[in-house]
């Protein structure tokens, strides 16, 4: 699952490669939303690097499709 976040005053995004499904990062964003203003938002990518970003800093999260997509080319010649 492909998850990138934005981050306020940063022009690229961030983009992590997770085994979380939708339902667990939107979890773990709904979780680190709730906590006092000093929470972040933490998630483990597929290497099992973290990946750390204060909630106040967060510009936006986009969670990618659930199923992997096929490939190469996919066609028999």
């Known amino acids: 699952m492909e998850v990138k976040i934005g ?4 022009h690229r995004e961030l983009v992590v490669e997770t085994d979380l499904s939708a339902e667990q990062v939107e979890e773990e964003i709904r979780n680190a939303l709730s906590v006092d203003r000093g929470g ?3 998630i483990t ?3 099992g690097r973290r990946v ?3 909630v ?3 510009g936006f999260v986009e969670i990618g499709e659930d199923e992997a997509r096929p490939v190469g ?3 028999t010649l």
């Open 56 to 58: 106040a800093a967060l």
């Open 45 to 47: 990518d597929v290497k």
């Open 52 to 54: 750390v970003v204060p």
């Open 73 to 75: 080319f996919g066609g």
């Open 7 to 10: 981050v306020r005053s940063v």
């Open 40 to 42: 972040v938002f933490a």
